[in-house]
């Protein structure tokens, strides 16, 4: 079981930071202008498609965020058997390691860009809680874009799942203490 728990945060930590990387950018003074919206300001249905909140920056910011963990994920993989046990079933030694960061992250930013469409359409403000989606969106779009990379057990997923929920909830609370966020959950 604690090998469970400690490969489903190992496993997806690419994917859980990248997620998170858009609201720090959006904070940072130097990237604060490259704000341009994925949906370019178009609209579906008479209603934004993704809104103001989705943007290039934080795509790009967060999928370069995601490579760089899973880069430093392969260099403990290659200098700890502790995180070589953990990394089972999968081997971050491989030269193609980049592709499952990139997979994670943008399966996850996507993730999100999809929930937020969804809300949209169902005229859920933005920034407005739509719990529980808002918590298993980028696990979800993260999980599923890694298909392409690597099978996991059936119980890995659900841990994975499990786990990411709950942290999603941790860090919103974490980023609302820090200012980051405007509301708590």
């Known amino acids: 079981m604690s090998h469970d728990f400690l490969f489903s945060l190992?496993?997806?930590i690419p994917a859980g930071?990248?997620?998170?990387?858009?609201?720090?950018?959006?904070?940072?003074?130097?990237?604060?202008?490259l704000n341009a919206p994925l949906d370019g300001g178009k609209q579906f249905r008479k209603l934004r498609i993704f809104g103001e909140h989705k943007t290039w920056r934080g795509i790009i910011c967060g999928m370069l965020t995601g490579v760089l963990v899973i880069w430093l994920q392969a260099i403990l993989f290659n200098h700890s058997a502790w995180v070589r046990q953990v990394s089972v079933p999968v081997f971050y030694g491989r030269d193609s390691i980049t592709q499952l960061g990139l997979?994670?992250?943008?399966?996850a930013l996507l993730g999100d860009a999809f929930e937020s469409f969804l809300k949209r359409q169902y005229h859920i403000p933005a920034g407005q809680r739509w719990f529980p989606f808002d918590q298993l969106d980028?696990?979800?779009?993260?999980?599923?874009?890694?298909?392409?990379?690597?099978?996991?057990?059936?119980?890995?997923y659900a841990w994975i799942i499990l786990?990411?929920?709950c942290m999603h909830i941790l860090?919103?609370?974490?980023?609302?203490v820090l200012k980051l966020k405007d509301q708590p959950l």
């Open 10 to 12: 190992w496993f997806f």
């Open 17 to 33: 930071i990248a997620n998170s990387t858009p609201i720090i950018a959006a904070h940072l003074p130097w990237l604060r202008n």
């Open 103 to 107: 997979l994670l992250s943008f399966g």
């Open 138 to 156: 980028y696990v979800i779009g993260g999980l599923f874009a890694s298909l392409i990379y690597v099978r996991l057990p059936i119980v890995d």
């Open 163 to 165: 786990i990411w929920f």
């Open 171 to 176: 860090f919103t609370y974490l980023g609302y």
